[in-house]
């Protein structure tokens, strides 16, 4: 029933007063987001309640998603903000300063400069176009391979591996552009 349907027309649906539609929406993606978030948390409980922040969030602000975007792309992100505040909040600790502490990222300051350079990466993500954000999403925070994404997106394998080229090369650019350099 809801397999079938576009993320966009579950959102619709969900609007319109049907909040089982939402449902659809939570199925789809929860194990995509929980895996997303276990990934940047390292901690599976951790990942399993921010999820469920997550969709509370998504359904919360549903009225406010562009329908013309991509919905994993707008999910995603409300993930991401979510794991950056959730980290920040844990790892509100002082910094130790010790020189190799910046390369080991089980130090408190290599931890904060690897979120200080994931916030980087993510605000140049935001700046790319939505279909190139999404793709390198898929790409490399869920580890889907190039035939796993040219499934997904019903494209062929050249077309995804050439999109995720130039997605990459128009990340690098805009971080060259805002930030210097990675």
């Given at each position: 029933?809801?397999?079938?349907?576009?993320?966009?027309?579950?959102?619709?649906?969900?609007?319109?007063?049907?909040?089982?539609?939402?449902?659809?929406?939570?199925?789809?993606?929860?194990?995509?987001?929980?895996?997303?978030?276990?990934?940047?948390?390292?901690?599976?409980?951790?990942?399993?309640?921010?999820?469920?922040?997550?969709?509370?969030?998504?359904?919360?602000?549903?009225?406010?998603?562009?329908?013309?975007?991509?919905?994993?792309?707008?999910?995603?992100?409300?993930?991401?903000n979510l794991s950056i505040d959730f980290l920040r909040k844990r790892?509100?600790?002082?910094?130790?300063?010790?020189?190799?502490?910046?390369?080991?990222?089980?130090?408190?300051?290599?931890?904060?400069?690897?979120?200080?350079?994931?916030?980087?990466?993510?605000?140049?993500?935001?700046?790319?176009?939505?279909?190139?954000?999404?793709?390198?999403?898929?790409?490399?925070?869920?580890?889907?391979?190039?035939?796993?994404?040219?499934?997904?997106?019903?494209?062929?394998?050249?077309?995804?591996?050439?999109?995720?080229?130039?997605?990459?090369?128009?990340?690098?650019?805009?971080?060259?552009?805002?930030?210097?350099?990675?």
């Open positions: 029933m809801c397999e079938e349907k576009p993320d966009a027309l579950l959102a619709q649906e969900t609007l319109r007063g049907d909040p089982d539609q939402f449902a659809g929406l939570v199925e789809r993606y929860q194990v995509r987001i929980v895996r997303f978030l276990a990934h940047r948390t390292g901690n599976l409980d951790d990942a399993r309640e921010l999820a469920q922040e997550v969709f509370l969030r998504a359904y919360v602000a549903l009225e406010s998603f562009d329908q013309t975007r991509q919905f994993s792309t707008w999910l995603y992100r409300i993930a991401m790892h509100a600790i002082t910094v130790e300063l010790h020189p190799d502490a910046a390369r080991d990222p089980h130090t408190p300051l290599g931890h904060v400069l690897r979120m200080e350079r994931d916030r980087r990466l993510w605000e140049g993500l935001r700046a790319l176009p939505d279909d190139h954000a999404h793709i390198l999403t898929l790409r490399h925070d869920l580890e889907m391979s190039y035939d796993e994404i040219a499934a997904l997106l019903g494209l062929p394998l050249g077309t995804v591996k050439n999109r995720i080229f130039k997605a990459r090369r128009m990340l690098g650019e805009r971080l060259e552009e805002s930030h210097g350099s990675v």
